[in-house]
């Protein structure tokens, strides 16, 4: 049996898909393109209506240009919405979020079905290029009790649950033993990991145990809400030896405390401010990247002008604007001051053409600098520890650590 896998969303899409992925392969399956394949698994997301529409037409897609193909329809959208993804042509099952890790088993594909054509190794292992990364993401826990006005994936994730720090030190040795250098550390609301566990634990003992493994493995974090990213975390990062990489993406969503406090957002411009100081103070060289909304209910001139003011001095090197899209279910949907279309349309062309300076500023303050970096793809190109990827000579293989002279905002030589 041959199977694709189309991921839409977050780094927790991207671990889920990486578990599905590893799963069809222990069961013998061979990956292929969706076009080829006998089963396609698209992965939803439902952060913006947007999302919600590319996973539909890619579903059509899929059905056209193969029309046999089993079609199963996951992740947030799939979720939220599974008797309207149900009726789009060839979707033969829905699977919520919470069956996502039993996929294969919802399905019924016995062992006989897998195994019945030969195709593929029973207990096929992991290893780096696993679909198409050389980086693992794993997740240490789903699910979001933070209720932001705007967000309707608390509805469907559910409460927050953290993976057992047992269970994430076991999954971290066998990804190493696999051959990856690199794990990204993920979760829905990743700084709320440890506050379900009995007994109760934090996102910073995580970090520090992870710290102290005995493994060749260097440690990426995702999108950590600001509120979360303690200054002991910092730290931690700054003082980690390059155990830690020093990026950070810290989610802002706006520069207006009126606007943060209708987002239902529990911190402060000011607050963000002294957080980011902090990090470029331990860190000149770290990446911080962030996401802004435009548009949200009530959102006036001056309220953007904040976010513009901000952003332009700020020293964030990577910036993800969205438009505000209402979300049925939401306390946003239901506020008064909807901002017009084209308004949001010219908010966002501005706040990304100040993302795409302060992009190019980075890069050209890491001109002449040498960092540690992994090779990805076909060793062609690396990403660096600070989170810029370059273009390299050719001549060497995926998955290698190397040193890397920042030559030019888009290329670098090998040097170590």
Known sequence: MKFSIVTFGCRVNQADSLHLEEDFRRRGAQPATPDEADVVV???????????????????????????????????????CGSEVERLADVVTVVRNDDK????DVLGLSTAERFGEGDGACGAAIEPGIAGRTAFTLRLQTGCDQACSYCIIPRTRGAGRSVPLADVVAEVRRVHYAGFREIALTGVHLGSY?????????????LRALAELDVDVTFRISSLEPMDCTPEIVELVASSGGRFAPHFHLPLQHASDRMLEAMRRPYTRHYYERLVGQIVELMPHASIGTDLIVGFPGETDADFEASVSYLGESPLSHVHVFPYSDRPGTEATGLAGKVDG????????????????????????????VRPALTVSDGASVVTDNYLKLAIPPGRRRNERVHVQVRSAHEGLVVA
Request: glycine share 6%.
């Open 101 to 104: 890790r039993r996929l294969l």
């Open 42 to 80: 698209v992965n939803t997301c439902s952060v913006t209506a947007s999302a919600d529409q590319g996973a539909r037409q890619t579903i059509r897609r899929i059905a056209r240009m193969n029309p046999a193909a089993r079609i199963v329809a996951t992740g947030c959208y799939a979720t939220r």
């Open 342 to 369: 084209a308004a949001i349309r010219e908010r966002g062309a501005r706040l990304r053409a100040i993302a795409a300076e302060l992009s190019q500023r980075f890069r050209a303050s890491q001109v002449g600098s």
């Open 194 to 206: 440890g506050r379900d566990l009995l007994p109760p634990s934090s996102l910073l003992e995580a």
